[in-house]
């Protein structure tokens, strides 16, 4: 289903990043250089490698377009480069002068973003490549960068664990730590979730960070109901910190690289593992999928670049993956759960479950007691996660039976909300579950556990338009 095609080599340090264009890839280096090859055959364009950089090139990215390239680096510069000829067409110096981390172009190629290791964010104007807007986060450096599909607005991530957001006037809409130990990377992917129109639409956002794992939050952005970042799911494919991750073009797929030398691609819809690839020998860095071809490009400290192909025909089966888990819970084998724990962290219980026969229908009907009564399980913080892990398995599944989008079903119910509404800390959910959570629980949060800062309740009108038109178009 996947192949490695082309070994790059010509980096004489460790690779940080590599980004693709329609027709491009770069890669960047601490051997402070950028290098540019032609998709066609993999060659290198006769004005590569570009050089102006006296540090480390920690990053590099290519404007939508394709024409223009960015590279930032420890120098505290972030460098505009023509990509046809390779000639500098700017120099844009970070004000604090701090080595920049990241940068990213907005997805209209009106501005970039460039962030550094004080913890600054510069919003640069591409036109004039002057300084539009600045801020700062309060804590760690900025080592990750991403805009939303419709470039209302971006996120950073920093090395303290914080996921900050932003909108396209340089103005915080909201801060939460995502990773203990620090964020690595972050990716949007580029297809909305639902299929609301253009004034609710749902984008999966992956962060990825220094605790081994990547989670999953679905983003939502409106004019007149504002910003909301809600957490989803985790993925625990790495057994080491993970340095990388991104989005396939057409969102089916998601990409993670890690210390564990290994590379994971997931099906983004099922979040199972498709491939696994070691080939690298030292700390993956970074990944990157083409944008029109299903190419994977892998950067690593053993100062490589590898590049993969999928098989087109093997990817079309997989997209049955969906309607078979569906009905798995029927038809997995002991074999399956004992993958399926392997893939969640809990390869120590594999034996456990074998020794008594617990097959796909069994998992699903696992308890608490049962738990600790027939399969001996004696750590508690053991079993609240196979619990936990159980839990997210019926809700995906039967989430993926109704074929009903996550974000209109309610947190507190799990079934699709037919009068949501926005409580205080920034959710939505079926009005009468709230209403009955907020008197049973003293005004807690469902999804952060902490108090509610008030008990308004505001009509989510934009939702449930979003809800009723689902309604009308997949069940006549």
């Known amino acids: 289903m996947v192949k490695l095609i082309h070994t790059l080599a010509d980096h004489s340090d460790d690779v940080n990043c590599c980004a693709f264009s329609p027709s491009l890839l770069a890669t960047c280096s601490l051997d402070k250089t950028i290098r540019v090859y032609s ?17 480390a090139v920690h990053c590099c990215c290519f404007s939508p377009s ?20 390779g000639q500098t067409l700017a120099v844009m110096e970070q004000p604090s002068g701090s080595p920049v981390r990241v940068c990213r172009f907005s997805p209209h190629s009106t501005c970039l973003v460039s962030g550094a290791a004080d913890g600054t964010v510069v919003l640069w104007n591409i036109q004039t490549y002057k300084l539009y807007r600045c801020g700062s986060v309060k804590d760690g450096s900025l080592v990750a960068c991403a805009f939303s599909p419709s470039g209302d607005l971006f996120v950073t991530g920093s090395s303290c664990g914080d996921l900050t957001v932003w909108d396209d006037k340089m103005r915080c809409l909201h801060s939460e730590k995502a990773h203990d130990l620090g964020v690595t990377c972050c ?45 989803k799911s985790t993925l625990s494919g790495h057994s080491a910190p993970v340095l990388a991750c991104a ?14 030398k290994s590379v994971v691609v997931y099906d983004t819809n099922t979040e199972n593992i498709l491939h696994t690839l070691t080939q690298h ?24 670049v590898n ?47 074998k020794m008594n026969n617990i097959d796909g229908k069994e998992l699903l009907n696992l308890t608490k007691e049962s738990l ?50 926005i409580a205080s ?41 979003a809800i009723d038109r689902w309604l009308e178009t997949h069940q006549k």
Not at 249 to 260: A, I, N, R, Y
Request: some cysteine.
């Open 281 to 304: 020998t030292r700390y993956v860095t970074t990944c990157a999928f083409a944008l029109n071809t299903l190419l994977l490009a892998t950067g690593s400290m053993d100062k490589t």
């Open 39 to 55: 998709l066609s055959n993999f060659t290198e364009l006769p004005h590569s490698p570009l050089k102006f950089h006296t540090y």
């Open 187 to 231: 990716d949007f992917s580029s297809q909305p979730v639902s299929d609301g129109e253009q004034d609710f639409q749902f984008f999966r956002l992956a962060s990825c960070g220094q605790d081994c794992q990547i989670k999953i939050w679905i983003v939502s952005f409106t004019h007149i109901l504002g910003f909301g970042l809600k957490y």
């Open 307 to 353: 590049i993969w192909q999928f098989d087109t025909e093997a990817l079309c089966q997989a997209g049955s993956m969906e309607d078979q888990l569906k009905q798995f819970t029927d038809d997995w084998s002991e074999e399956d759960v004992s993958t399926w724990l392997s893939e969640q962290g809990l390869k120590d219980l594999v034996d456990v479950f």
């Open 372 to 421: 600790a009564d027939d399969l001996k399980i004696e750590s508690l913080g053991l079993r609240s996660k196979v619990l936990r892990k159980i839990e997210e398995l019926r809700t995906k599944v039967k989430s993926l039976s109704s074929g009903i989008p996550d974000e209109f079903l309610c947190p507190i119910t799990r079934e699709l909300m037919k009068d949501p509404v």
């Open 247 to 260: 989005f396939s073009h057409d969102g089916q797929m998601l990409v993670s690289g890690s210390v564990d």
């Open 66 to 85: 394709g024409h223009l390239l960015a590279s930032c680096s420890t120098d505290g510069t972030t460098v505009l480069w023509n990509t046809q000829n």
């Open 425 to 465: 800390d920034g959710y939505s959910y079926e009005k009468e579950a709230i209403e009955n959570w907020i008197g049973k629980k003293k005004r807690t949060s469902p999804m952060t556990n902490l108090i509610l800062p008030s008990v308004v309740l505001t009509p989510n009108r934009t939702l449930k338009m």
